[in-house]
């Protein structure tokens, strides 16, 4: 059974950071693209940012360009995500996802497993 567990949300001012983990077991994450989606309130969920299964490619939805970097290790099978200069707008559950290939995707249905989600809350 494959779960994918996220930790690291909480509380946060405007303009401080941030870091999520997420901790997949069940299955080896090295053969699989990684992302990380957002969904703030009263919204839909929507991209974050993407890794490729080595770690070579990266995407970012522009909204987070510049401010957060997504990483993985494939030995601990873990990705990560580091956020900074946070913004109220940022305000989200955030949820890890494993994809289907290794490539990047920004689509939701490229993403086969799915976090429960943790919190993140950017105080103005």
């Known amino acids: 059974q494959v779960q994918l567990v996220e930790s690291g949300g909480g509380l946060v001012q405007a303009g401080g950071s941030l870091s999520l983990s997420c901790a997949v077991s069940?299955?080896?994450?090295?053969?699989?693209?990684m992302g990380w989606f957002r969904q703030g309130p009263g919204k839909e969920r929507e991209f974050a940012a993407s890794i490729s299964a080595a770690g070579t490619y990266t995407d970012y939805a522009d909204s987070v360009k510049g401010r957060f970097t997504i990483s993985r290790d494939n030995a601990k099978n873990t990705v990560y995500l580091q956020m900074s200069t946070l913004k109220p707008e940022d305000t989200a559950v955030y949820y890890c996802a494993l994809a289907y290939s290794r490539a990047v995707f920004t689509t939701e249905g490229a993403y086969g497993y799915w976090g429960q989600g943790t919190q993140v809350t950017v105080s103005s």
């Open positions: 069940g299955r080896a994450i090295s053969d699989y693209a």
